[in-house]
């Protein structure tokens, strides 16, 4: 069977052809090995794990790549996770903290190396947990949650902030992981451009879970499904919070159960990279931004 190689549609494309092209006028004079990171994951939303170098498919600007290798990556996630504090969370509490606990037990039960961040954004985007390895302190955070009354969302604002924070970061596994509330109108002063060309240079994923008390505001709605597609990552709309803790332990599963794929590129950088899999009923997940 041929590889499925995805191309999705995306928005915000000349956002993201600004973010990728710093640097890509001078050409390499070398073919050089690069790589990339990827979740796969079957039907069920589960990590497969058994996958080796044929089962996978790289593409790059339309053109095909020689993959040298495809293993099990080692090394360590950064995560930063957003919860919503907004008033529309109020009544989500209980639920938000178990699902966060979830994502935090599974995450360093795995990869114990992995370094988490928490963040909330109600009202104004806070960095409430820095990056560290310790599921206790993070745990004992994530164990106080709670909305602010009348607060409204500032989603897009943590989303820019966390991106910017983890593209420091020493490791090159990079993940924004948020659950947010809908509907509730989105406050942040930052567009939708500026959080994917973020989202690009700091090649982080992001993975959302959104909670529906009613019909999501378009806007935002339309926002998080194109940046999900860019970086690469999952949006799950769940109508019972009680489903998020399960979501958040999947979540946590096929972050930690990567991929590091490496594979060969001619003497000239790219742009735009498409990974596919040699197997009926999985799916990659992966960003569109091309690695420099």
Known sequence: M?????????????????????????????????????SVIDPSGNPILDLTTPDFAIREDDVDREILSAKRATQPMNVALLIDTTSAA????????????????????????????????????????????????LGRTAGKLFSKPRSGAVLLEALFDASQALYGRPSPRRAIVAVNIEPIEEQSRREPPQINESLMLS???????????????????LALNALVRNAGGRRESIAAASALEGYMRQYAA???????????????????????????????????????
């Not at 197997?279 to 091309?290: C, D, H, N, P, T």
């Open 2 to 38: 041929p590889a499925r190689i995805l191309l999705p549609r995306f928005l915000f494309a000349g956002c993201l052809a600004l973010a990728l092209t710093a640097g890509a006028d001078a050409a390499l004079t070398q073919p050089a090995d690069v790589s990339l990171f990827v």
């Open 254 to 292: 096929a972050l930690t159960s990567q991929y590091e794929i490496t594979y060969r590129r001619p003497s000239r950088s790219a742009k735009i990279v498409q990974t596919g899999v040699r197997r009926e009923g999985a799916k990659v997940i992966a960003g569109l931004a091309a690695p420099q």
């Open 203 to 221: 090649r982080s994923q992001l993975w959302v879970v959104s909670v529906q008390k009613g019909l999501a505001k378009e806007k935002r709605d």
């Open 90 to 137: 109020e009544t989500f509490v209980p639920e938000m903290r178990a699902g966060f606990k979830a994502f935090i037990q599974t995450a360093l039960a795995s990869a114990p190396e992995s370094q988490l961040s928490l963040w909330e954004f109600g009202q104004a985007a806070v960095r409430i947990e820095n990056f560290t390895s310790d599921p206790d302190k």
